[in-house]
């Protein structure tokens, strides 16, 4: 059982440069988030979903994009890297966010992004 | 609105000796409660959770926590730490009321443990 799984696990980035953050959960869960954890600041919520085709700001949107195609897949843009940008990033999933917020939520393993 | 403080960023503990990491919490409903640890350049994963069952919850790893709501606490604790509990500890509080569904996560606890 993979779990959730996220690539790049490191990337370097010049400003200005796009890129793509994926994200895959194998457990068929409907809710899915983008995180940022950075130094004194805990985790942050970007993005989320709560289904597939249906996606909401979290706390720190700006500059970032999301989509969910699939109940699979939801991957992150970074549209034009900036250096607040450099942070590490944790995609999670979670059976079902609109029944019950008791519910556990799995993390990938991260991805550590450096923009310069 | 709810809100989660975690009580000292940074606690060291000699291997055997007692854990306790503090967390309180501020929500206007019943909350669910939960802590999740992150080990070095890892994920987090959940360690225990609160969701209105038994007030002590027994977690993963030896870990417990006791859900007192006259004092809006949720602490961790385990008898006994041992090298491979150093990392971070995070607490973290949601609740179903309304539309708010997100989990409000503290700031962490970095766990040092000491031979």
């Known amino acids: 059982n993979a779990g959730v799984t996220q690539t790049p696990k490191f990337q370097v980035l010049k400003t200005g440069q796009s890129m793509t953050l994926q994200c895959a959960q194998d457990m068929n869960h409907e809710y899915m988030s983008w995180y940022r954890q950075d130094p004194g600041m805990g985790l942050r919520l970007i993005h989320y979903?709560?289904?597939?085709?249906?996606?909401d700001q979290g706390e720190v949107p700006n500059g970032y994009n999301v989509s969910r195609s699939t109940t699979e897949d939801f991957p992150l843009r970074l549209l034009s890297a900036a250096p607040s940008q450099t942070s590490v990033y944790f995609c999670?999933?979670?059976?079902?966010?609109?029944?019950?917020?008791?519910?556990?939520?799995?993390f990938g393993e991260g991805s550590w992004l450096t923009v310069v | 609105a709810q809100s989660v403080t975690q009580l000292g960023s940074h606690v060291s503990v000699s291997e055997g000796a007692l854990v306790l990491l503090r967390c309180n919490y501020s929500s206007s409903v019943p909350p669910y409660l939960f802590w999740y640890v992150q080990y070095p350049n890892q994920g987090l994963q959940l360690l225990l959770k609160y969701t209105s069952a038994a007030t002590l919850v027994k977690g993963i790893n030896g870990f417990e926590a006791e859900f007192k709501k006259s004092e809006t606490s949720f602490h961790l604790t385990k008898p006994s730490a041992h090298m491979s509990d150093a990392a971070e500890y995070f607490c973290a509080v949601s609740s179903n009321a309304g539309n708010n569904r997100k989990l409000i996560w503290g700031l962490g606890t970095s766990l040092a443990v000491n031979p």
């Open positions: 999670a999933s979670s059976y079902s966010q609109t029944d019950i917020s008791g519910n556990t939520i799995y």
């Open positions: 979903s709560v289904g597939a085709g249906i996606t």
